[in-house]
Each structure stands twice: as structure tokens, then as C-alpha cells.
């Protein structure tokens, strides 16, 4: 809807008559954004340890080394898609499936139906909840969209890919690798033109396009490959980090980056006998240092107590003794009773700013740990408002 004062101011000219309006211009008003706009909510298709992830609409991008889960995790996004229950930490925000479509350029055909018929599926079946509902690779799939197209040239992979969006209407795409749509990855007119095209087909079909690219060589998680991984980097509404613990057999994901909601904890997982990914804690490796030497193991509240706990307020700080495994700890209960007062709800933004000016903790970050652990110990638990809104709501005890 044009915006009636733009198109008066934009018609009248110097004289005071009417004069036409450029078709661009006009164009260019069909995009503003005025306080009566109506916009529509974010739709997030999956949760993730609870928090909103992969919206509608919008890219998002799973990076990291060579044969490090990054089609692991993919599997599981593949199955939470249809499975009754939580694949790990992953599932969907609404109680219908949702259609997937993957689209591998990677593998080899063979090693594509390994993945559905043994990982996937199988994934599905171990969610289900009775045992005696029979899943197989025959089983009806048709929500499940998997494609292999290495065979195909770099252009025709881009075509067929955008048909195949527009014709089966997918809610989630993942491509795995993007890298393959695109002649030279450190074309910055090509990888431009690329994202620009994905960023379209996710807003015109209304689905999440997750693109799977490698991390450079450093390793570093924001560190994507080519000057795609840099085009990525700056478009995707959030981006996933896989790799391998250190000296273990432990595969964990890490969401890097995200525009909205900050998922911190790590999800940590083994693969098992049947080739199975499966829940572990996270393994008690000694980190080390910029310079390559081993740092302290201790526990973290031994690490930060000299330097953290005094700078807190002591009003919300329970001190369990020098002999405790854990010198001290937060009063969740009654941080986030006084930071909610009577209120049966609050909004994300104004818990924070409200437990953080409580507790004086001053990095975000940081809170984000505390308010998981009052997730995670049923102090607090997030919900939609009648607005579709998310908000914090206390657990009744």
C-alpha cells in the first residue's frame, strides 16, 4: 500500500501540480516501512534446547571441517521433521510434519539412500512412540524430498533446484554443499548473485533454505569458505558450527551466530554401533591456550571465583563452602522471582535487562548461561503469548 503522504510529496512539484512518478520510485515505496506496517510474525519451523531456529523466509547455514557431522546434523534436521518426539536436542515448533528436501551434490547416489534408509529413517523410528510402528526406506516418504545431482553441471544444479522449490513447495531446504551451485566461490559478482537468488526463493515460497559450505582452513567458526562463505556469513539469519572435540570421539554443534534468539548451550553427541548419533555429556578435555599450551581443568565457578562472584550481587549468590564441589552457585529461584515480580509473563528483552541490573552481571553472554540453567532446573520456561510472542512465564512448583 503506497504511503499517502509519500505519494503527495512525491507528485507536487515546485509549482504545486502533479507531476508523474517515476516507475522505480514507486517501486522503491512498496517497500517502506512505516510504524502501521503490517509485517507478519517469524515463523520458526524447528526448536533447538527450546529456542526458535530455522525461520521461514530466511537462509540459515551449517558450517564446519571436513568430516566433522555436518551431515549428521543434517540428518537430524531431516528427522525431527517427521518424528513424533525430540531427535536430540532438535524438533519442530508445531505438532504437524514438515516437508524437507535435500538436496546433496556431494556423494555418490549410494551413499545418499545409506543416509535415509539407515540414519534417518531409523532416527524417526527410535522417536516413535510405540515400538511397534514399522519405519523403513519404503515407508511413506513423501514428505521426506531427497535429490542427489552430482551428476549434474554447477548451472543445471541451480535450476532444477529453484524448479524443484516452486514445485514442491518444501518448508526446509538444505543444500549440502552450496559450494557446488557456483562456478568460483571467490567470484564476488557470482556468489552475490547466488545468495540473492536463495534469499528470493526463500521469501517467495516461504520456506528455510539451509546452505551446508566448509570452514576455511583455520578452522575458525566464522571463518567461512571463499568469498561465499563471506556472502553467507553476512545474509544468514543464523549459522550452526559442527566439529570434533579434541582428542575424543565426540561430535558437538554450536550455533555461531544468530540475528535473534541465542541458543548457548553446545549439543554434544557420539555416533553408536548402528550408526546412530546419541545424546553424551560434554567431555572433560583439557583445553588449551592461543600459544598451544594446556590450561587449568578446574570447574568453571573455581575458575571465576575470585574474579566473578564478588562483582555479583551477593543477595542472589549461595555460598556452599570452600570443601563443596561447587564454592557457590546462583539462586536461580530468587533471581528470576524478583526479577518477574507479580508479572505471569515477561518478554525476553525485559527479563534480561532486569535480571542483569539484579544480579550486575554486565555480559550477555553470560546471562544467556544463567537464564539456560534456570531452563534447564525449572525456575522459568518459555512460551507464546496470545500475540504470538515469546515470553518467560515462571514453573509452578
Given at each position: 500500500m503506497k504511503s499517502d503522504l509519500l505519494q503527495e510529496e512525491l507528485t507536487r512539484g515546485e509549482s504545486g501540480t502533479a507531476e508523474s512518478?517515476?516507475?522505480?520510485?514507486?517501486?522503491?515505496?512498496?517497500y517502506r516501512i512505516m510504524s502501521d506496517t503490517v509485517v507478519?510474525?517469524?515463523?520458526?519451523?524447528?526448536?533447538?534446547?527450546?529456542?526458535?531456529?530455522?525461520?521461514?523466509?530466511?537462509?540459515?547455514?551449517?558450517?564446519?571441517?571436513?568430516?566433522?557431522?555436518?551431515?549428521?546434523?543434517?540428518?537430524?534436521?531431516?528427522?525431527?521433521?517427521?518424528?513424533?518426539?525430540?531427535?536430540?536436542?532438535?524438533?519442530?515448533?508445531?505438532?504437524?510434519?514438515?516437508?524437507?528436501?535435500?538436496?546433496?551434490?556431494?556423494?555418490?547416489?549410494?551413499?545418499?539412500?545409506?543416509?535415509?534408509?539407515?540414519?534417518?529413517m531409523q532416527m524417526i523410528r527410535h522417536t516413535e512412540s510405540t515400538e511397534s510402528t514399522e519405519i523403513s526406506g519404503h515407508t511413506d516418504d513423501t514428505d521426506l524430498?531427497?535429490?542427489?545431482?552430482?551428476?549434474?553441471?554447477?548451472?543445471?544444479?541451480?535450476?532444477?533446484?529453484?524448479?524443484?522449490?516452486?514445485?514442491?513447495?518444501?518448508?526446509?531446504v538444505i543444500v549440502d554443499n552450496v559450494c557446488d551451485l557456483i562456478s568460483n566461490i571467490n567470484e564476488a559478482d557470482?556468489?552475490?548473485?547466488?545468495?540473492?537468488?536463495?534469499?528470493?526463493?526463500?521469501?517467495?515460497?516461504?520456506?528455510?533454505?539451509?546452505?551446508?559450505?566448509?570452514?576455511?582452513?583455520?578452522?575458525?567458526?566464522r571463518s567461512l569458505r571463499g568469498w561465499l562463505g563471506t556472502e553467507i556469513l553476512h545474509k544468514a539469519f543464523e549459522v550452526y558450527c559442527c566439529k570434533q572435540v579434541e582428542e575424543t570421539d565426540v561430535l558437538m554443534v554450536e550455533q555461531a551466530l544468530t540475528r535473534k534468539y541465542k541458543i548457548?548451550?553446545?549439543?554434544?553427541?557420539?555416533?553408536?554401533?548402528?550408526g546412530l548419533p546419541q545424546l553424551t555429556e560434554k567431555p572433560n578435555v583439557q583445553g588449551r591456550d592461543k600459544q598451544g599450551r594446556y590450561q587449568s581443568n578446574k570447574p568453571e565457578a573455581y575458575q571465576?571465583?575470585?574474579?566473578?562472584?564478588?562483582?555479583?550481587?551477593?543477595?542472589?549468590?549461595?555460598?556452599?563452602?570452600?570443601?563443596?564441589?561447587?564454592?557457590?552457585?546462583?539462586?536461580?529461584?530468587r533471581l528470576f522471582s524478583d526479577a518477574m515480580g507479580s508479572r505471569a509473563e515477561m518478554g525476553?528483552?525485559?527479563?534480561?535487562?532486569?535480571?542483569?541490573?539484579?544480579?550486575?552481571?554486565?555480559?550477555?553472554?553470560?546471562y544467556d548461561k544463567v537464564f539456560r540453567m534456570a531452563i534447564d532446573r525449572r525456575v522459568v520456561q518459555t512460551t507464546m503469548d496470545r500475540m504470538k510472542r515469546v515470553v518467560v512465564i515462571p514453573v509452578c512448583s
Open positions: 512518478v517515476s516507475p522505480l520510485v514507486a517501486k522503491l515505496d512498496g507478519p510474525e517469524e515463523d520458526f519451523l524447528m526448536k533447538m534446547f527450546g529456542r526458535p531456529c530455522f525461520p521461514r523466509g530466511d537462509l540459515s547455514a551449517i558450517t564446519g571441517a571436513e568430516k566433522c557431522g555436518k551431515t549428521v546434523f543434517t540428518s537430524m534436521i531431516m528427522a525431527a521433521t517427521a518424528a513424533k518426539g525430540k531427535v536430540l536436542e532438535l524438533e519442530r515448533s508445531r505438532e504437524e510434519r514438515l516437508r524437507v528436501m535435500w538436496y546433496d551434490t556431494e556423494q555418490c547416489r549410494t551413499l545418499t539412500k545409506g543416509i535415509i534408509t539407515q540414519r534417518v524430498l531427497v535429490f542427489n545431482v552430482r551428476a549434474l553441471t554447477w548451472q543445471e544444479r541451480m535450476e532444477c533446484l529453484a524448479e524443484g522449490i516452486k514445485a514442491y513447495k518444501p518448508d526446509i557470482e556468489c552475490i548473485q547466488l545468495i540473492e537468488r536463495l534469499m528470493q526463493l526463500a521469501a517467495t515460497y516461504n520456506c528455510n533454505i539451509s546452505v551446508v559450505i566448509h570452514l576455511n582452513r583455520s578452522g575458525e567458526k548457548a548451550e553446545e549439543l554434544y553427541y557420539i555416533i553408536d554401533d548402528q571465576v571465583l575470585e574474579e566473578k562472584v564478588r562483582s555479583f550481587c551477593q543477595d542472589y549468590i549461595i555460598h556452599n563452602g570452600p570443601g563443596a564441589r561447587l564454592p557457590w552457585e546462583w539462586d536461580l529461584k525476553l528483552e525485559d527479563l534480561r535487562r532486569e535480571v542483569m541490573r539484579l544480579s550486575h552481571i554486565e555480559q550477555p553472554k553470560y
